[in-house]
């Protein structure tokens, strides 16, 4: 049987315009007139957004996409759907590809709900006989019939997405391409949708390739992964190794860090042996809801009698904010004088208070007044959070981007005052 | 299993551009789509603003008001015999089909650049269906025209039911070639547009609208003047009036420079189209 998607040595080169992709005429003209003066005009940086790519993809395969923000993901999908061209090699696609880079591409506030099945769906490359057939059901799986015949722009922002992705499930080219659309919208219709595809990716045997940052989606969705770095193929096959490998070498989460000869302050007197992440029963992970409480160990040995010093944590998020420092100011942890001999100090970040990211730990121990750092070891773990949409968070239902840089569960009070 | 025998058919090999084809045969399996843009920008015109059909007649009426002033009572233009509000009305809608064919089209690919960004077709859809959504506007006025050619008790020849498409469909190929050709050079060089309304403002005075082209004394300016398709255009839709007198020469003039804008439109577009998701 010949490969869905056979893809040989794809890659894309992009010249990097100093600000804008497109040109202003004024500058070719300003351009061309200070040529006149200076020869050599300055090169356009390129860079490959993809790179010798290879790749064979099976009829009826589900293959998910992860790397990266910049690996060449969605360069990919536009290639294989035809948006925009690649620099060298070639795919050969064998069916209709159908594209979802974008839930409701094309929809028009102005155009009615059943209208826009319309327009979306013809964009999306179904037949208008096709979309006569299929009306009904994409009207019944939406679940705005009372509202189908209303303007969009009336629509709220939830509604309108339920619309898109209803048409979008009831696709049917043999290829569909589907970029992070499922990360938005309310988590029940996002099951629904996942629902529906795996159901006629199996029956029909369709092929699917699924751009996600969502592990948890892929894992469930799609039983073959491939890897991109830096516009590179550095890993392709069973989900769950593909995962651990993008893990390991992305998130780089590092639950634990141990040294065999310890980690010494510079006079001596401490030796740091071990740091290492757990949750509440001591079990070492780096992966924790964001209900979760998060606890930090270090183990160290104090090498003379009398010492003073406390401990101290920074975390960084994944955008390199500082977060937040927590400096150990237990009045008997601050001022004890230790004696020779092994502790060891646990610290705990409450639930509830970080959103889903990536966090960098700093471990520190230090002589608050005057100060004095005796070791800092700057990035010696980092954990990941996620969102249990069992639990009760800040976000609750909802399920789209939720910025912010922390993530409190606030408690409020509703008072009738009338 | 059997359903992978007939997806050979929809076999698409993709690799860098080479070469260069018109792309007819997509263009027809896109035709719904082509249909649905249409679709689309006319209702959402007419839905927008209740006055959206009555502007559409009301300001080529308008400025036929204004120029049967200015050129039959200040100075007057002979334009026998055709009477000049009939004469200057022929020009004004076919003017009015290429001005805003041409500037929609032109506009029409940054317009829709979050579709192109995301879904593939192919891209002449979009200047085309611009063009027709022109079309229909060209035809609500058509028909005031007509009112207005009774009104006035114009005689008009049988020829009228061949002379008057071929004016119209000169046109249309004419402000579909220039119109792609722009549309291609707006996405490459993003302040071009802010020349078009000039460039157009240009053409409307070098068009035998508000003036005969045989009024035109010095030969050599008169066939550089039918460059401008827009005159061939006028020329052929106004010979049911004026007792089939027709230029022969502005009239070849004419059809070379709509083929050559149709060709040369085309091809850059095609040539270009590639990377507009990279630019757009």
């Known amino acids: ?418 | 299993m059997g359903i992978f025998t007939p997806m050979e058919k929809f076999t698409t090999h993709i690799q860098a551009p080479s070469g260069f084809s018109l792309g007819l045969k997509e263009l027809w399996q896109y035709r719904e789509l082509f249909y649905f843009f249409t679709w689309r920008d006319i209702k959402v015109k007419y839905k927008q603003t209740y006055l959206g059909i009555l502007w559409a007649l009301l300001q080529p009426l308008g400025m036929m008001v204004i120029f049967t002033f200015l050129f039959s009572k200040t100075w007057p233009i002979n334009t026998a015999p055709v009477q000049y509000p009939i004469f200057v009305l022929s020009g004004l809608i076919l003017w009015n089909l290429f001005n805003s064919a041409v500037s929609h089209a032109a506009e029409s690919m940054i317009q829709n650049a979050n579709i192109i960004n995301k879904i593939y077709f192919p891209r002449l859809i979009i200047p085309g269906s611009s063009v027709l959504v022109a079309l229909f506007d060209f035809l609500m006025g058509l028909a005031i025209f007509i009112v207005l050619c009774i009104v006035y008790k114009q005689p008009v020849h049988i020829s009228a039911t061949w002379f008057f498409p071929a004016g119209i469909i000169i046109i249309i190929i004419a402000a579909f070639g220039t119109g792609t050709f722009l549309a291609a050079l707006n996405v490459k060089y993003r302040d071009f547009r802010y020349t078009i309304p000039f460039m157009l403002q240009v053409l409307f005075f070098a068009s035998q609208i508000i003036y005969p082209l045989q009024s035109i004394q010095q030969s050599w300016l008169k066939y550089m003047l039918a460059v401008n398709p827009v005159n061939a255009a006028i020329e052929l839709f106004r010979a049911p009036f004026s007792g089939d007198s027709i230029d022969g020469t502005v009239i070849i003039i004419g059809l070379g420079s709509t083929l050559l804008l149709l060709l040369s439109g085309i091809y850059f577009f095609r040539k270009t189209e590639a990377y507009f998701a990279d630019l757009a």
């Open chain 1, 1 to 418: 049987m010949k490969p869905a998607i056979e893809i040989r040595n794809l890659g894309k080169e992009y010249k990097l315009a100093a600000a804008q992709p497109y040109m202003a005429l004024r500058d070719i003209i300003s351009g061309s007139v200070k040529n006149l003066f200076h020869s050599g005009r300055k090169p356009l940086k390129k860079f490959w957004a993809l790179q010798n790519i290879d790749l064979n993809i099976q009829p009826g395969e589900r293959v998910g996409i992860i790397g990266r923000n910049g690996a060449g993901k969605s360069t990919l999908l536009k290639i294989i759907s035809r948006i925009t061209p690649p620099t060298t090699g070639t795919a050969i696609i064998r069916g209709r590809v159908g594209s979802l880079l974008e839930v409701g591409t094309g929809f028009h506030p102005e155009l009615t709900g059943r209208e826009n099945i319309y327009l979306n769906g013809s964009i999306l490359g179904l037949k208008k006989a096709e979309i006569n057939k299929q009306l009904d059901a994409i009207i019944d799986f939406s679940g705005v019939e009372k509202f189908i015949d209303t303007p969009l722009k009336h629509y709220s922002s939830g509604m309108q997405l339920r619309l898109a992705f209803s048409v979008a499930a009831h696709l049917e080219p043999e290829i569909l391409l589907i970029d992070e659309v499922l990360a938005v919208g309310d988590m029940e219709f996002q099951k629904k949708c996942i629902g529906k595809m795996e159901e006629v990716s199996k029956s029909h045997g369709r092929t699917i390739l699924f751009v996600s940052h969502n592990l948890d989606t892929l894992r469930k969705f799609c039983p073959v992964t491939a890897l991109l770095d830096q516009g590179k193929l550095i890993g392709y096959g069973n989900t769950e190794k593909i995962i651990s490998l993008y893990v390991a070498k992305h998130l780089e989460t590092k639950a634990s860090m141990e040294w065999e000869n310890g980690i010494a302050s510079y006079n001596n007197e401490v030796v740091l042996y071990k740091t290492y992440l757990h949750d509440q029963s001591g079990t070492i992970r780096s992966r924790f809801d964001t209900t979760e409480m998060t606890g930090i160990s270090m183990e160290y040995e104090v090498k003379k009698d009398n010492i003073l010093f406390t401990h101290g944590i920074n975390v960084f998020n994944r955008e390199n904010t500082n977060v937040f420092n927590a400096h150990d100011v237990i009045a008997e942890n601050e001022t004890m004088r230790r004696k020779k001999g092994k502790y060891k100090v646990t610290v705990w970040i409450p639930g509830n208070l970080l959103p889903e990211s990536i966090f960098s730990i700093n471990a520190a121990i230090f002589l608050p007044n005057p100060v004095d750092v005796l070791i800092l070891e700057k990035g010696v773990l980092s954990f990941e959070t996620y969102t249990d949409f069992s639990k009760l968070t800040a976000r609750g239902q909802y399920a789209d981007n939720f910025p912010g840089v922390i993530r409190p569960l606030l408690k409020w009070e509703l008072v009738k005052t009338d």
